[in-house]
């Protein structure tokens, strides 16, 4: 069970009536298990009657991101859709810049969860897709994260 002063709204957007839908917009915490911000969006989903969809983009666009760090990401990508989709979670990933992949899920979605970054280009992210989104948008830190920032 997730403590809700792990968790911090990004928008002042009410969940969204007649949504399919609770969306993760995975980041860091690329996995499957042991993963506090998934946790969230399925107990959310459990409380609305809704099911849930994992979506993850991949952007190439960052120059201090080489080869290596890629073919570690994919793996990582490879194992984690398997996993979610033996809980009966939905997952999608896409190449395209990061803030268009969350969005275009984010159509049918009730709220959004996404993981708790410090890093300024992951902020900025953030907010530009809370700006944009049509749903709440929640942030949920991990286990060894707090929310004082």
């Given at each position: 069970?997730?403590?809700?002063?792990?968790?911090?709204?990004?928008?002042?957007?009410?969940?969204?009536?007649?949504?399919?839908?609770v969306?993760?917009?995975?980041?860091?915490?690329?996995?499957?298990?042991f993963?506090?911000?998934?946790?969230y969006?399925?107990?959310?989903?459990?409380?609305?009657?809704?099911?849930?969809?994992v979506?993850?983009?991949?952007?190439?666009s960052?120059?201090?991101?080489?080869?290596r760090?890629?073919?570690f990401?994919?793996?990582?990508?490879?194992?984690?859709?398997?996993?979610?989709?033996?809980?009966?979670?939905?997952?999608?990933?896409?190449?395209?810049?990061?803030?268009?992949t969350?969005?275009?899920?984010?159509?049918?979605?009730a709220?959004?969860?996404?993981?708790r970054?410090?890093?300024?280009?992951?902020?900025r992210?953030?907010?530009d897709?809370?700006?944009?989104?049509?749903?709440?948008?929640a942030?949920?830190?991990?286990?060894?994260?707090?929310l004082?920032?």
């Amino acid at each position: 069970m997730n403590q809700p002063t792990r968790t911090k709204s990004l928008n002042d957007l009410p969940p969204r009536e007649g949504a399919t839908y609770v969306l993760y917009w995975m980041g860091l915490s690329q996995r499957a298990r042991f993963n506090p911000a998934l946790e969230y969006a399925v107990e959310e989903a459990r409380k609305l009657r809704l099911t849930v969809l994992v979506c993850y983009g991949t952007a190439e666009s960052f120059a201090e991101v080489n080869a290596r760090h890629w073919a570690f990401l994919l793996e990582d990508m490879a194992e984690v859709g398997p996993e979610v989709r033996k809980r009966g979670i939905a997952y999608v990933t896409r190449r395209q810049p990061p803030v268009e992949t969350p969005l275009l899920n984010a159509a049918d979605a009730a709220l959004a969860v996404c993981d708790r970054n410090h890093l300024k280009p992951v902020r900025r992210f953030y907010a530009d897709f809370a700006a944009r989104a049509p749903c709440t948008v929640a942030e949920m830190a991990g286990v060894h994260q707090g929310l004082g920032r």
